[in-house]
């Protein structure tokens, strides 16, 4: 008899036959009724026991969490809520758990505490669905750039660049912290290191994906990515996963295109493969908001908020247009930002990127040609504007509830703006010798972007903390597991 999984046996169609599947105790009802799962579906099978015909210390040991093995009849289900269930011959328990102690009962958990016991918390409902929908996420980005002739490149994970200019990384030495060796000016000693140099986790593997665009055409990363800032947020980690498309001869119009429809294609293959899970995690969050005042609650679930980010185009807006909605808007009159937009120039904050997708114009919103002094020295600066302002042909992707999720450009293709930038900024040539050479011979125009996968997977699932979208999250004060 071939081991099955739940998934295979409650889409099987043929009943009466003899099954066998292993798993994990749900709960055991009036000692009768087991729900078993075994991570392959949300559903779990229902295992009828005939009490009398099983030894009652066997039975004691059916426990919530006992990993088990069930023989027995496939048939259709007497009861509600399932189709089938299995009328159980031979019961085997694999692994005993401990009912005073097993962490997982059969009862709402918070999000916190379960974070605490991340190794156990994909035995609930919630995250084994979220990390399916990550898993097939996961799948659906590879299956997207595959069929649309890219390459997949594996960029450098200890770097010696500073990619985004942000200063904000962690250092990968070998040398002693206690007693690192001293220059003669009484520095830290790099040339000893075991690189020679300093070396960082990387924060993107954008530098050496142009590399690549600029010889095979059409590339992406899809790799882990570094920040060491202090920031404590429900958006941000200190390691997570991102997508890089880097594409030669695309301009940045070309780059929202890209961005938009492989966003649309990667949702659209979980609506259809992942409908259980989508339908799971929407009633959760529709019980969740249930507790909140009917102005906080969302007017779409979450099929509906990913339905229509499918089926409707993002709006394009220029930095200088989002600007004057901002400085126009209630919130910026009435003082209700924290940080009041005053005039141009100004970094957008969390606050006003929501506004614009959450209130203005209630969709994603691909803002472009931000001002070139907020955005890195790599974006390709534009013709000064009627007012002798300077932009860069940067774009960001603004997602409901999530603000950010894509950040890219076009890039800065000319050897001598790019020199020029970057003598501006004190980034050392000899350091990037070797991007500059990209438009030393057969530069050209070439564009990409970044998505934070984290923050696609939140969106998809309706999880309103990063840190219940990756398995083991990486934050300030925290690496456990
Ligand atoms: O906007 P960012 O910093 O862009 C880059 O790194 C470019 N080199 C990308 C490129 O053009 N190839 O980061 C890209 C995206 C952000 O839009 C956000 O979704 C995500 O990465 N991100 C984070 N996600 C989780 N935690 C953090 N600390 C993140 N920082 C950025
Ligand atoms: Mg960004």
């Known amino acids: 008899m071939i081991t099955k999984t739940v998934a295979e046996l409650l889409s099987a169609d043929i009943t009466l036959q003899d099954v066998s599947v292993k798993g994990w105790v749900k709960t055991f009802r009036a000692n009768r009724f087991i729900a078993l799962n075994d991570g392959s579906t949300i559903n779990n099978v229902q295992c009828v026991v005939d009490f009398e015909n099983f030894d009652e210390a066997l039975l004691k040991r059916v426990t919530t969490g006992a990993a088990i093995h069930v023989k027995g009849e496939l048939v259709e289900s007497q009861g509600k809520g399932q189709s089938v269930e299995i009328q159980v011959k031979e019961l085997e328990v694999l692994g005993d758990s401990d009912p005073e102690t097993y962490p997982i009962q059969p009862k709402k958990h918070t999000f916190e505490f379960l974070r605490e016991n991340a190794h156990l918390r994909t035995r ?35 770097t010696g660049s500073d990619a985004e200019g942000a200063g904000e990384m962690f250092r990968v030495s070998t040398l002693d912290a206690k007693k690192p060796p001293l220059t003669e000016d009484g520095d830290v000693n790099y040339k000893e290191d075991f690189f020679g140099k300093e070396t960082n986790l990387t924060v993107s593997g954008q530098l050496e994906a142009e590399t690549f665009a600029m010889s095979l055409g059409k590339v992406y990363t899809f790799g882990p990515t570094f920040r060491a800032e202090n920031s404590n947020t429900s958006r941000h980690l200190a390691e997570f996963w991102m997508i890089e498309p880097e594409v030669a001869f695309m301009d940045l119009a070309g780059n929202m295109d890209l961005a938009e429809d492989f966003l649309k294609s990667v949702l659209g293959y979980v609506l259809e493969h ?61 003082k209700k930002f924290k940080f009041i937009i005053k005039e141009w120039g100004a970094d957008l904050q969390s606050e006003h990127e ?44 603004l997602f409901p509830g999530i603000g950010e999720m894509v950040g890219g450009s076009q890039r800065e293709e000319r050897l001598e703006v790019l020199k020029e930038k970057m003598k501006a900024l004190d980034i050392p040539e000899e350091e990037l010798w070797w991007y500059l050479d990209l438009r030393k011979y057969g530069t050209a125009v070439h564009s990409g972007f970044g998505l934070g996968f984290e923050r696609l997977v939140m969106f998809a699932t309706g999880m309103g903390n990063i840190r219940d979208v990756i398995p083991y999250p990486r934050t300030p004060q925290n690496a456990e597991f």
């Open 354 to 397: 929501r506004y614009l997708v959450e209130k203005h114009f209630k969709c994603p919103v691909i803002l472009f040609d931000y001002p070139a002094n907020i955005k890195a020295f790599y974006m390709r600066l534009n013709e000064p504007d009627h007012e002798g302002r300077e932009t860069v042909r940067a774009m960001d992707i």
């Open 274 to 334: 992942n409908k259980d899970d989508l339908e799971f995690l929407d009633k959760r969050l529709q019980d969740a908001e249930k507790t909140l005042p009917q102005a906080e609650r969302s007017s779409m679930n979450l099929i509906d908020k990913i339905k229509f980010v499918v089926d409707n185009n993002f709006k394009r807006v220029s930095y200088t247009e989002a600007i004057d909605i901002l400085r126009n808007s209630k919130p910026n009159k009435k």
């Open 124 to 158: 609930t409902n919630t995250f084994s669905a979220v990390m399916r929908l990550r898993s097939s996420l996961s799948f659906a980005i590879h299956k997207y750039f595959n069929e649309n002739g890219f390459y997949y490149m594996h960029t450098p994970i200890i």
